[in-house]
């Protein structure tokens, strides 16, 4: 379950310092861009104003179910990070990376981001293309884009020291209340190896959807196909999802209380590892002193938690993390510095 590069890839790379929110899935445009001035959509009919209340609405897409309930969790930090981020234009901006880490390699790397001028929605442009370089020359790339009203696709390509790793293709298509996705990964017509995600998610009513993925991968000597269900029911300020499939399942609560607090409950169990996980998570949100504070607890006595402070307005963010691991006494932090 989950991103094919994920699965493919050899060795998950090590957390940076400062974290650093990953781009699974689709993306929207990256912040940071104002986008073109767009002109205003002539008013419905009453009959179609009717219909749209009649009908469902689009569940979103299969990756993102779980989602609202992840970003309530910290992300693990451990070293020192300084990010640099600098819009060239409305379309184009380029971001400049140090990390010094104990753990990991220490090292220097480049992104540019470039967001077209299509514009599908107030927050939405494209095509998107995004990709950095570390001073090793591994590059991570992806390229999205709008084919239709209703398609879109997603090109990812990962190599390693001018290797080729990884690379997939994602094509997804929203209908009016379902969202259909194709992925296929490392394809090698030689070899006959490679990865098939399929994806399907129906609303059923305006609070409950269901889907399925279907994974199938084959490589010399081994095939295999998993298969797992998906519900997820969405309330006035919580989302409930659950996850069941031969691999195990996955649950998630996200509860909204106000403004400021938000908290999550997050379950996994591996029938392969014989292994459970039950974690709890925060969100604090401080407007008024430009804080953001993160922290959670698991069965595995696992404590972190992570600090983000703006000091407007001045374009500059500090962040602060610190993890414990309390079974395994093993203790982790991590400072970064974002300007821009």
């Known amino acids: 379950m ?23 899935g689709l993306m ?26 009649s009908s469902l609405p689009n569940p979103g897409t299969y990756e993102e179910c779980h989602r609202k309930c992840k970003e309530v969790f910290p992300l693990q930090m451990e070293g020192v990070r300084l990010v640099v981020n600098k819009g060239l234009s409305n379309h184009f901006q380029v971001s400049h990376t140090v990390t010094l880490s104990t753990l990991a390699d220490s090292g220097y790397r480049f992104g540019a981001t470039y967001v077209g001028s299509k514009q599908t929605g107030p927050a939405e442009s ?21 084919l239709a009203t209703a398609v879109r696709s997603k090109i990812a390509i990962q ?18 209340d379902f969202t259909s996705a194709v992925t296929l990964g490392n394809p090698d017509v030689l ?35 998993v298969t797992s269900l998906l519900g997820r029911y969405t309330g006035n300020n919580y989302v409930a999802t659950l996850t069941l499939g031969g691999a195990g399942a996955h649950a ?27 974690s709890f998570g925060y969100q604090l949100d401080v407007p008024k002193a430009n804080l953001l504070f993160k922290g959670t607890v ?32 093993k203790f982790q932090c991590g400072f970064s510095v974002t300007i821009g």
Not at 28 to 53: E, K, L, N, R
Not at 198 to 214: C, D, F, M, V
Not at 313 to 318: A, D, K, Q, S
């Open 2 to 24: 989950g991103s094919v590069l994920a699965a493919a890839s050899p060795s998950p790379a090590p957390a940076a310092a400062g974290g650093g929110q990953g781009v699974p």
């Open 28 to 53: 929207s445009v990256p912040p940071g861009f104002t986008m073109p001035s767009v002109s205003s959509v002539p008013p419905a009919s009453d009959q179609q104003t009717a219909d749209a209340d």
């Open 126 to 146: 494209f095509p998107v293309m995004v990709g950095d370089m570390d001073n090793t020359g591994s590059l991570n790339a992806q390229v999205i884009h709008q």
């Open 159 to 176: 190599t390693q020291q001018h290797k080729f790793v990884n690379w997939q293709c994602d094509m997804e298509y929203r209908g009016e």
């Open 191 to 225: 070899v006959g190896s490679g990865i098939l995600v399929a994806h399907y998610l129906q609303s059923i009513t305006p609070s409950l959807a269901l889907g399925g993925e279907l994974v199938y991968h084959k490589r010399p000597g081994e095939e295999g196909t």
């Open 252 to 278: 998630t609560y996200y509860h909204k209380a106000n403004d400021q607090l938000q908290i999550g409950v997050e379950f996994e169990a591996n029938t392969r590892m014989q292994d459970t996980t039950t």
């Open 298 to 329: 698991d069965s595995n006595w696992v404590v972190g938690a992570t600090l983000e402070k703006k000091l407007l307005p001045l374009p500059l963010t500090l962040a602060l993390g610190a993890f414990l691991n309390h079974r395994k006494n």
